[in-house]
């Protein structure tokens, strides 16, 4: 094992009084219904033949895109294999695309961010391609659901807690606590019910990452507030990005969340966040040591 995934895997047990090694499923986030919870990601690209028959089930739609994306995708090395990197996989809720070197826009929401009390208000946000073709209504484009799912995670429903400047501080520091070992952070903001990060993976894959993120932040923060249950919610939302432009305009849209979001005037001026770190000349980050 690389020297970076063994600094990662024994700071993030210490970290936590071994407590990172379980994951957020288990700690902080088993699911609730997840069958309900499918983010779009891209099953427009998806080429199937006229007398296939489309997946039964949302689970199913999954693994059937996910097997289509290995067709036309390259699988990782044998060496990145060893690591832990499964290329396009799933875990039954979200597909995910785990390589060495990819730069991936990140988002993990709280338990309660879509409160189930009001289901009618966001269940057709996460209707996938597959129920809309059986239906015969127009499905709605990937980016207009993404923007549609991402406007009402602005909207901070739920309990919040990341709202507390003390939990959102543990958010922060735990994003960056491994950053330079295994990954490298490059923007990430901490929002009332959700957070945002834009990562460079290296030698950790990317699912053991955001796992230990999730971990080491659910034990901590249910201390701290004399709590226990979920923290948050199954699975996480990530897409690579192709190309420079794609990298800084995400980059600029997960510094102007907080401002989107009324949270702030600037960018700048929210503590829990890349922007309060980046250089206005160069607008490279300046990470306070250690």
Do not use: K
């Given at each position: 094992m690389a020297r970076a995934q063994i600094a990662f895997a024994v700071d993030a047990r210490a970290h936590v009084a071994g407590s990172a090694s379980q994951t957020a499923d288990r700690i902080g986030a088993r699911s609730i219904a997840p069958r309900r919870f499918l983010w779009s990601h891209g099953a427009e690209q998806m080429l199937r033949s006229p007398m296939e028959k489309p997946p039964k089930s949302k689970r199913e739609h999954v693994r059937h895109l996910v097997s289509e994306k290995r067709r036309w995708s390259e699988s990782?090395?044998?060496a990145a294999q060893i690591k832990g990197f499964r290329g396009w996989h799933e875990r039954g809720?979200?597909?995910h695309c785990d390589k060495p070197e990819l730069i991936q826009f990140v988002t993990f929401r709280l338990?309660?961010?879509?409160p189930a009390?009001?289901?009618?208000?966001?269940q057709h946000l996460f209707a996938s391609a597959r129920s809309d073709s059986r239906s015969g209504a127009q499905r709605m484009d990937p980016r207009e659901q993404r923007r549609q799912l991402e406007e009402y995670l602005d909207r901070g429903l739920g309990e919040c807690p990341l709202r507390d400047p003390r939990v959102a501080a543990i958010v922060q520091s735990t994003l960056l606590y491994h950053h330079g070992q295994g990954f490298r952070m490059l923007a990430w903001v901490v929002m009332p019910n959700?957070?945002?990060?834009?990562?460079e993976v290296v030698e950790v894959p990317l699912t053991r990452i955001v796992q230990n993120w999730k971990s080491i932040v659910a034990v901590k923060v249910n201390q701290l507030l004399g709590r226990a249950g979920r923290f948050w919610q199954p699975d996480y939302w990530d897409r690579f990005m192709r190309d420079e432009e794609q990298r800084r305009r995400a980059i600029r849209y997960i510094e102007s969340n907080p401002v989107k979001a009324r949270l702030c005037r600037m960018p700048e001026e929210r503590p829990f966040s890349s922007a309060r770190?980046?250089?206005?000349?160069?607008r490279e980050l300046n990470l306070p040591p250690g």
């Open positions: 990782p090395t044998e809720y979200l597909p338990w309660d961010s879509m009390s009001r289901r009618g208000e966001w959700h957070v945002h990060t834009l990562i770190f980046r250089d206005p000349q160069s």
